[in-house]
Structure formats: C-alpha cells, structure tokens
C-alpha cells in the first residue's frame, strides 16, 4: 500500500456526538495535511503538521475540531460534539520531506465522508 | 490571501477534440500551481504542477498546462479527450514563500467528454 489511508470510509453519527477520523500517510512522508470538502466545493485547509507539531492549524473552524500527529506519522482529526454542519467528506494529504523532488506535491487520500444526522 | 477562480462549472467537450479548463489566481509572490482531478466519491488525485522554470508543463494521462504569469492563469489543456477523462478537475495555488504550505482550491469544473 503506497497510498495515504484515510479510515473509516464512511461515518455516520448523531448530533453532540465525538468522532475521530484516522490518516496513514505515505510511508517516510513527514508533512501531513487536513482538508474538508463540503458538496460542490472545492477542498478547505485544516491543518497541517510538519513531524509531530502543528505547523499551522489556522484553517480549524472553532475548538471544537482537534488533531494529533503523536508520533509523527498516523494523525487523528477529533471533533467534538458533532454539528450538522460537520458533515463533509474529509480528505487527508501527504507530502515529502523538505529538500526532495517532489516535495511540494501533496498526495490525498481517499477521504471519509462524515454524516452528522 | 491567495485564492482560485475556475470560471466554468461544467465544460463539455467531444472525443477526440481538444480541452481546455480554464484557472486564474491570486497569490503574494510567486505561486506554486497544482492540478487534481476527482472521480465520484474518491479523493483527489494529482496531475501535474508548475514550480518553476518551462511554462508548459507536462502531467499524468496527457494533460499539460501553460503557467501565465502576467496572466495570473493556469489553464490545463489536452490535445484529444476521451470520454474516461470525464471526471472533476480542480486548481490549486500556495504561495511559493511565506504563505505556509496550505493549498488554496478552487471551486472545481466538470468535465464532460461525450462520444
């Protein structure tokens, strides 16, 4: 699997509640990256990490929205007390290391769709 | 602040002729270009980029884009669609300095290749 891995593929949950949402990037890849697309739109920047810290959050849209990157590869986007408007697909993307070919290129994942009912 | 314009929501073309999706952009500086294509239900999938250096550049499945600086454009073009190519294309801009590395997207254009 060369890929970034986004789980799950889908999610549905009810109003108020907590959702976690996983990304695998590409193996070695030390920049990781958060976007949401709501229907008919284009992606929207979150997050993104360089290693283990936030690098630049300032695309979250209020406290509610969280994400770790513990070790500096798996990252978990949290959101809490899910509203309507949550719901999105939420793509995640990776990118090399700073100084290699092709580092400005951010491969997505295939994303999971978030259903707040 | 950066941002995307791609004019036109749908763009139907023939089998066999040639397209064009149309991309302008607003950036501090220099810009870094990116083109992404989506099919239904899937992620984005890069296609090509401008960095720097030739203003044409050449991509994946026989796309290519011209990079217009005084144009501030970056149409993505190709010779003869085919109807596979049908599918959501989006443009993309970072600043290539001091922007960070977010990617700024624009709304996205359908493409539509009919036999």
């Keep these: ?117 | 602040a950066q941002s995307v314009a791609q004019p036109e929501d749908q763009v139907n073309v023939a089998e066999g002729n040639p397209l064009t999706v149309k991309c302008t952009y607003s950036v501090s500086g220099n810009p870094y270009l990116f083109w992404y294509v989506q099919y239904p239900n899937r992620g984005l999938q890069f296609l090509l980029k401008y960095i720097t250096g030739d203003n044409l550049v050449k991509g994946s499945y026989g796309f290519e884009a011209e990079f217009n600086k005084s144009q501030t454009s970056f149409h993505l073009k190709k010779p003869s669609a085919l109807v596979s190519d049908s599918a959501l294309y989006f443009c993309a801009v970072r600043a290539a300095t001091g922007g960070g590395n977010k990617l700024t997207f624009g709304t996205g254009t359908q493409l539509k290749v009919e036999l």
């Design chain 1, 1 to 117: 699997g060369a890929g970034v891995s986004q789980t799950p593929s889908n999610k549905v949950t009810e109003k108020g509640k907590y959702v976690e949402l996983r990304c695998d990037p590409i193996s070695g890849h030390t920049a990781l990256y958060w976007y949401r697309q709501s229907l008919g739109q284009g992606p929207e920047f979150l997050i993104y990490f360089q290693g283990t810290g936030a690098a630049d959050d300032s695309g979250l849209p209020n406290d509610r929205f969280f994400a770790v990157r513990p070790e500096g590869s798996v990252s978990t986007l949290k959101i809490q007390r899910t509203e309507r408007g949550d719901s999105a697909m939420y793509l995640c993307a990776s990118s090399s290391t700073p100084g290699l070919a092709g580092k400005y290129t951010q491969y997505f994942g295939p994303g999971t769709r978030l259903t707040v009912l």
